[in-house]
């Protein structure tokens, strides 16, 4: 039966209702408060200094490693002087990888040190090393063509970045096509887009029905190199030596703090990163950048004497890069909320020019945001992209939670997982307008009158 038209109007003026109630709240009362947690985020470079302290003094925060767990110590503490809320380190077991010493040589045709990073969760090599000669190839589909040219040889994938997510894959799987066509071991080209010989470490993983092979990542200029002594018809040989082991799983933290809201502290909307990196340069962008933007973004808040209806919980995400264990744990030990949690923001992406958000969530709710965002125009970051989120929420979106990231635009890949991902690569301009475009959205998501629909 058709329903009366009565009650289908009801329905889509119910549908539209809390937008429109948005709209006129956005119009007429958030823009102040936008302003002035923009003008607090922009007065000065507290964000960025903070940022310097946590990256100067503990360095690169691998899972497992003892500088993880001292930098979350330190986070927990400066959170509680700070007077957040229920300030807590929930525990996660993670992995625990140690990448010992490692070398590269070019054997023939003329010694020389190649700039490498083994591959995170590689094996090592016998302590003599894996010597072997080199197939290099452009594709998985050029290898299968020359499969049976791969037994007993080192293969090099130089395959040039085009986006991350299609070139990631030869990092990520190289070592199984590698080894399934006889391969002693597998080289990667860095995933990136530009190099000054700087090589890219990275996730990897093996599959159970061909051997473990070991896998690392020369640079850019090598391994165009060595493709073009290949083209020429000149025998490449090479050595590679890894100490890389994987290690019994250690316990580390989610890193919580709140501030509770005042009218519904069960819903919670959550932002963050994570707060573990490679164990090269400072993860600086990879992922503290991130993670400083979401806290200071909650510390303003606060400070600004502001206290939303809703709870505003930052996370900082143990765990992203080798397991994501943090991101999974969050899921499970608050499996009971997820249906109070309102959204969850990530920002790993790194901190560079203000782009805005991206969104996965629904179109009710969308066309709230697009109002929503409207108040981060003068930043140049009003932006609502189609496809937001993160890895790190990833498994609470997969339970039904709309997702956002944190948008920004710039040279992140060039960085991404290197010893050059360092604190100077982030500007101080960049990363307060990013806090202030995570205080603004978290604080109007909030403690706007009705809650963003899902
Ligand atoms: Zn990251």
Partial sequence: MRAPLSLVLAAAILTIRPSDRLSAQTAQSYPSTANRLIDAALRDSAAWQKLARLTDTFGHRLSGSEALERAIDWMLAEMRREGLDSVRGEPVMVPRWVRGEERAELVVPRPLRLPMLGLGGSIGTPREGVTAEVLVVSSFADLERQAERARGKIVLFDVPFTSYGATVQYRGNGAVAAARAGAVAALVRSVGPYSLRTPHTGGMGYDASVPKVPAAAITSEDAAMLHRMQDRGERVVVRLRMGARSEADVQSRNVVA????????????????HTDSWDVGQG??????????????????KALGLQPRRTIRVVGWTNEENGLRGGLAYRDQH????????????SDGGIFKPVGF??????????????VVRLLERLDADSLLAGGGGADIGPIMQRGVPGMSHVTEGDYFWYHHTDADTVDKVDPRDLA???????????????MPTRLPR
Avoid: K
């Fill in 433 to 447: 307008r990013s806090v202030a475009m995570m205080a603004v959205m978290a604080y109007v998501l909030a403690d």
């Fill in 335 to 346: 499996a009971a909320e997820l249906t109070d949690h309102v959204v969850a923001i990530e």
């Fill in 284 to 301: 600086a962008q990879d992922d503290a950048g991130g993670v400083v933007a979401a806290w200071e973004a909650l510390r303003l808040i």
């Fill in 258 to 273: 709140e501030l509770r809201g005042r009218e519904h502290p069960e819903q919670v909307v959550v932002m963050g990163g």
């Fill in 358 to 371: 991206g969104f996965t969530g629904s179109d009710s709710a969308r066309a709230i945001l697009r109002e």
